[in-house]
């Protein structure tokens, strides 16, 4: 982006959100190095950005979640936001959707899901991915998928890669839950591990993948934590999908 471009639209925040940034950190630094691969000049606030609230909100909090909302915009304005970016579906659509129905016209950053920037980038031929083989299924995550209508980009960056993809009954709008989000993992630990077991099983019987691919670091972990190593398949998230693809040539 030139100087002025950047002065007109304002900064690109980078934005891991708090799974990805306390848990995942191997995936915020490969997101961050595909963005720098792309030419996407970025910037992060990971001292003071705050939670983007959607636990609270989901827990039943509006007037916090107001308020963290609030602070977050603070924050974001004084620091010339115009943009931001996050490879989190929940962060996504908690920015997208969220943030807009409680600011109103005061909220105006524009938001984007990495799956979004990636494919943008691979359609400007910006993203050099080599050609890999194998098998592999495309686990539709709640938020980025039925909520906020993201199928094809993941998709189209999967068979960029070479892959077969393979999908399961359920996909898309009707795609099969994680079962890690909405409370669910912290509040019934068995349930939510038997659903993910579960969709294991579906990709294991219904596609014979070699892999499970998401583009989301909560389902990511979840379903990597109930998977069986010895049965497969192997859980990956779509960034480090994408990582291991780079065309360094």
Request: some cysteine; glycine content about 8%.
């Amino acid at each position: 982006m030139s100087f002025l471009g950047k002065i007109l639209s304002g900064n690109t925040l980078y934005y891991p959100g708090c799974l990805t940034k306390f848990v995942g950190s191997d995936l915020e630094r490969k997101n961050k190095r595909i963005l720098q691969i792309i030419g996407l000049d970025f910037i992060m606030l990971p001292e003071i950005e705050l939670c983007c609230g959607s636990p609270v909100l989901k827990a039943g909090y509006v007037e916090d979640f107001r308020q963290i909302a609030e602070k977050n915009q603070k924050i974001l304005s004084d620091h010339g936001v115009g943009q931001i970016v996050t490879n989190c579906p929940a962060c996504f659509l908690t920015f997208h959707k969220d943030y807009q129905e409680i600011l109103g016209n005061h909220w105006k950053i524009k938001v984007n899901h990495t799956s979004q920037v990636f494919h943008r980038a691979l359609i400007e031929k910006r993203l050099p991915l080599s050609k890999n083989s194998g098998k592999i299924t495309y686990h539709d995550p709640c938020h980025l998928g039925r909520q906020a209508g993201i199928y094809r980009e993941p998709r189209e960056l999967i068979k960029a890669c070479g892959y077969d993809l393979i999908e399961m009954k359920l996909n898309q709008k009707n795609s099969y839950c994680c079962g890690g989000g909405g409370g669910v993992q912290s509040n019934e630990q068995l349930l939510s591990n038997k659903i993910a077991q579960e969709r294991i099983r579906q990709t294991r019987e219904e596609t014979s993948a070699d892999i499970i691919c998401t583009a989301c670091p909560m389902c990511y972990l979840h379903l990597r934590n109930n998977s069986d190593s010895q049965k497969g398949p192997k859980v990956i998230e779509l960034t480090e999908l994408l990582e291991s693809a780079i065309n360094h040539d």
